[in-house]
């Protein structure tokens, strides 16, 4: 499985970006799919799960009600919606797969089997 994140930018604060991951592979539809960021000095933090059929979603306290995960099965991507952008969400965002047929949500970077390359979102205040 292959992953390519993008769609990230220099964005003011207050404003809207959508990220996009494109998958290859047959069984995308079988991996539940997470958004992962790192911040310049940080650790790699968790920022949303989606599940393989797109029905449940899972997201960090910092996150929520403000981005939105989706995915498309017939076109093998994903995408987070993001929108009341903060100065502290600047990061390199990366799309993540866990393992096929795992079930359960996960907020450890270990527990996902392949890796976009990320894409940079910059917010300015």
């Known amino acids: 499985v292959q992953l390519q994140a993008s769609g990230g930018g220099l964005v003011q604060a207050g404003g809207s970006l959508t990220l996009s991951c494109a998958a290859s592979?047959?069984?995308?539809?079988?991996?539940?799919m997470g958004w992962f960021r790192q911040a310049p000095g940080k650790e790699r933090e968790f920022v949303a799960q989606i599940s393989g059929g797109g029905s449940s979603t899972y997201y960090s306290d910092s996150v929520k009600g403000r981005f939105t995960i989706s995915r498309d099965n017939a076109k093998n991507t994903v995408a987070l919606q993001m929108n009341s952008l903060e100065p502290e969400d600047t990061a390199i965002y990366y799309c993540a797969a866990r393992q096929p047929y795992r079930y359960g949500w996960s907020t450890v970077p270990a527990d996902y089997l392949y890796w976009g390359q990320g894409t940079l979102v910059t917010v300015s205040s």
């Open positions: 592979g047959r069984t995308f539809s079988s991996s539940a």
